[in-house]
Every structure is written in structure tokens, then in C-alpha cells.
């Protein structure tokens, strides 16, 4: 199939391109970027007049439901969401039913995946196994079935030197562990410690659980990666799920300033919303990690802008309806966000007085960083546009605003504290290795 993409205004944040051109592809590759060779005659043209042509969007953290979990969403139905909102890699933790520590059943998800020809799924192991905290899983052979790193997802591992053990396996062989900082005692409530948890009778979780989290971890990280780089091993890395706290943001950025091997992203809920927006006891809000203080907020967004948080996720995590309506600390933490991720970062782009390049950069060029040498041949293709590279892109409408319903969401999972709130952009087609995975009436030729 060869498609030739005209009139569009390409931005690439890996390149800095940012100039009206049209795009040849052919084979799934994009062959040509600007001036196209008189001899290519595509199958079909799209007129991208008014569009921006960006690299397809990257979401580090996307729960598809399967296996294990069909009832609050389908794996179809999932996928079909991601490339509605322009995402064309997606990481999908390993907290599915059962969980991911096993090749089969990783073999089985991508397999369910790949005959979609939607997003490129990239799973993450379990870093235990049944990722109860206790024995390592065998990363290895994970690794061999696809897997892109090892996390616990909601679980913390309470066993300070199991964490060790992993960092130590991991750093012999170059693999990523992906964590959410949270103490397991500490992290046991249903909304952030404060005033209002305090007046609406919630069960808190402070600041400190992300905290004593990040400082158990970076001292264990200071051990381990002395000791990699005096052995000449490859060394860990160590990636920091949702980052909730302006006291957690700091530890990360005085990480980095140190030089551990560490990298973080914000949820999209996180970088927008606060505690105040749980409202009434509205369970859309009923999120993981939990909505804090408008200080929170406020560090959060400015760490995005300065870089010290390396990508934006929508945190999607479909949640049924019997599972979402009960009351407040009764209902399944979650919200479907995949379809708003690309609109909530230019949101906070215009908010923050800054360019729509570094709107892309944060969901592009950002999480691409982060996934680096584990995406093997697709490491230069994921997440840029390329000459030669894989034909994976998000043509939207900069100018198109649109207000969220729910019900008109792809996504089985209906559940948004988003509800209502105005998008900025759309969505207007998605290409996957160059086939039109998603399409609105708007693009075509």
C-alpha cells in the first residue's frame, strides 16, 4: 500500500522539523519526506490541508483488559480507543488476570494484538511472580517474549531486599524496571491526605508514601549502580510511574541532578485535576495514584515544562459500571483516558504559555527516550518521523475543540472525571506501519 500525505504541516519534536510537506510511504516505511520522487504513484492520498502531521503517539501506561478482565473492557475495544486518540505504541502493565509472568501469556497478548493491526503493544513483565513481592519472575525468558521491562504496577514489594535482588538481576542484563513509588502501609487510603479527606471522612494517603518510596529506592539504586558500573555490567534503569508529589518531584529531579539511571511521567489526571475535583464523592475521581493539592498540581506542570518529568500517560484503566457507582472509597480506582491524551496535552500547553511542539515532545520524543534500546529495530522509529523509519502517525486538527462524552468514547470503560471539560484539538486520523488505522470523515482524500 503506498500513501502519499499532502499539504500537512509535519512536527517531529526528535528532529525539531517543523514545515509544510507532504509524506511518501510505501511498505509500512515512510520513503520520503518534503520533495516526493515523480515516479510515486500511492494507492491513495490524503489531503492533510489544515492538519498537523505529528509522530504517533506513545502512552507508557495502558490497561487493556486482557486478559482476564473482559468486562470492563475488550482488548478490541481498547485498541480501537488508543488509535482514535492518535496512540500508535502503547506499554501495557502486567496486572492483567492472571498477571503477566509467564511467556505464554505473553505471547498470547501480543499474538491477540498484532492481528488487530492497530497500536504496537509493548508489555511489561511482572517483576514477581503473581507480583506478590517474593520470588523474582524469570526476566529472561520474559524478555525473549516480548516483554519491554519488569513492574509491579499497584504493588508495591514490601521486602526491601527483594527490590534489591530485582535491581541487582535487572542491572546484570540492561533491563528497565518500571515502579510506582508507594509505601504499602501508607498507600492504603482512598484519596490524598489533607483538609478535605480530612471533612469528607476518606482514608488519606500522604505524601510520605511516594516519598519513603523514592528514598528506599534511590539508596538501594545508589548501591546497585555503583556496583554495575565496577563490574562492567549493563546497569538498570529504573522508571517512576505517575509521579503524584511536589515532595516526590523534588527526590526525582535531585536523582537526576546525581546521575541514577532514573526517568518519570505524570498521569493526565494528575497534571490537571486536584482533590477539590472529587466533588460530592464523585467516584469518576477515584484515581491511582490519588488527585492532591493544587501545589501538587502546580509542581507537577512545571516539571513537564523543565523536563524533569520525561512523559505525559493517560493512566488508562477502564473500570465497569458495578464497580464504578458505589460509594466513593467502595469503587474501583480508574478512569478511561486514552482518546483525551493527546487533547489534555495541548490543553496544558496553552494553559502554560507553552508551543504545541512541547505538547508532542512530552507524549512523542519523551516516552520514546524512555523505552530506548528495548524497542530493538524500532528503537529509531517509534515515537519520530523518519525517513526510512516505521510509517506510525497522528494527523489532527490544531483549531477542531470538542467537548468529551462519554458515551461517545470508543473505550468500554465510560468513566472520566473529564466529562464535559473542552478539548482543543482532534483527532483526525492515525497511521499504523502505514495502514490507516483510524480514520474521521475529515482526512479522507
Known amino acids: 500500500m503506498k500513501i502519499l500525505i499532502q499539504n500537512g504541516r509535519v512536527m517531529d519534536p526528535a528532529s525539531g522539523r517543523d514545515e509544510l510537506a507532504d509524506i511518501a510511504i510505501a511498505a509500512g516505511r515512510i520513503i520520503a519526506i518534503g520533495k516526493i520522487a515523480p515516479d510515486f504513484h500511492a494507492n491513495r492520498t490524503i489531503d492533510a490541508s489544515g492538519l498537523v502531521v505529528a509522530p504517533g503517539l506513545v502512552d507508557l501506561a495502558v490497561r487493556l483488559r486482557e486478559p482476564g478482565q473482559e468486562h470492563a473492557g475488550m482488548l478490541e475495544s481498547e485498541m480501537a480507543a488508543a488509535v482514535a486518540g492518535g496512540v500508535t505504541s502503547l506499554v501495557c502493565p502486567p496486572d492483567t488476570d492472571p498477571v503477566l509472568d509467564e511467556p505464554g501469556l505473553v505471547d498470547m497478548l501480543k499474538f491477540r494484538a498484532e492481528k488487530l493491526h492497530q497500536s504496537r503493544v509493548f508489555p511489561l513483565g511482572a517483576l514477581t511472580r503473581g507480583l506478590q513481592g517474593e520470588v523474582l519472575t524469570e526476566m529472561a525468558e520474559l524478555t525473549e517474549s516480548g516483554c519491554i521491562g519488569f513492574g509491579q504496577a499497584e504493588v508495591p514489594i514490601v521486602n526491601a531486599q527483594v527490590l534489591q535482588r530485582a535491581l541487582q538481576y535487572a542491572a546484570t542484563f540492561g533491563y528497565t524496571v518500571w515502579l510506582r513509588p508507594q509505601d504499602f502501609w501508607l498507600g492504603k487510603g482512598v484519596a490524598a491526605s489533607g483538609p478535605l479527606a480530612t471533612r469528607m471522612g476518606l482514608a488519606g494517603v500522604p505524601a510520605a508514601a511516594e516519598t519513603i518510596a523514592l528514598h528506599t529506592l534511590f539508596e ?24 503524584s508529589s511536589a515532595a516526590g518531584l523534588a527526590l526525582v529531579r535531585q536523582a537526576k541532578a546525581e546521575g541514577l539511571p532514573v526517568s518519570c511521567d505524570v498521569s493526565v489526571h494528575n497534571l490537571h485535576l486536584t ?11 477515584r484515581l491511582q495514584p490519588p488527585l492532591r493539592q493544587q501545589r501538587d498540581r502546580e509542581a507537577l506542570r512545571a516539571g513537564l515544562a523543565d523536563g524533569t518529568i520525561d512523559a505525559l500517560v493517560s493512566d488508562h484503566n477502564p473500570v465497569d459500571a458495578d464497580a464504578k457507582v458505589l460509594p466513593f472509597a ?11 491524551l493527546l487533547g489534555l496535552a495541548a490543553k496544558w500547553a496553552q494553559q502554560d504559555g507553552l508551543g504545541l511542539m512541547q505538547a508532542l515532545a512530552v507524549l512523542t520524543s519523551g516516552p520514546q527516550a524512555v523505552l530506548g534500546g528495548a524497542l530493538g529495530t524500532l528503537q529509531h522509529s517509534v515515537g519520530q518521523i523518519s525517513v526510512g523509519g516505521a510509517a506510525d502517525l497522528c494527523l489532527f486538527d490544531p483549531n477542531a475543540s470538542w467537548a468529551v462524552e462519554p458515551a461517545a468514547l470508543r473505550s468500554q470503560g465510560k468513566h472520566t472525571p473529564f466529562e464535559g471539560h473542552e478539548m482543543p484539538v482532534r483527532v483526525r486520523a492515525t497511521l499504523v506501519a502505514g495502514q490507516v488505522a483510524y480514520e474521521a470523515a475529515r482526512a479522507a482524500a
Open 330 to 340: 467502595e469503587a474501583e480506582p480508574g478512569a478511561t483516558a486514552v482518546e483525551l
Open 275 to 285: 482533590d477539590v475535583d472529587i466533588g460530592f464523592y464523585d467516584s469518576r475521581a
Open 220 to 243: 538501594l539504586l545508589r548501591g546497585v549502580h555503583g556496583a554495575a558500573k565496577a563490574a562492567g555490567e549493563k546497569g538498570v534503569h529504573v522508571h517512576l510511574c505517575r509521579i
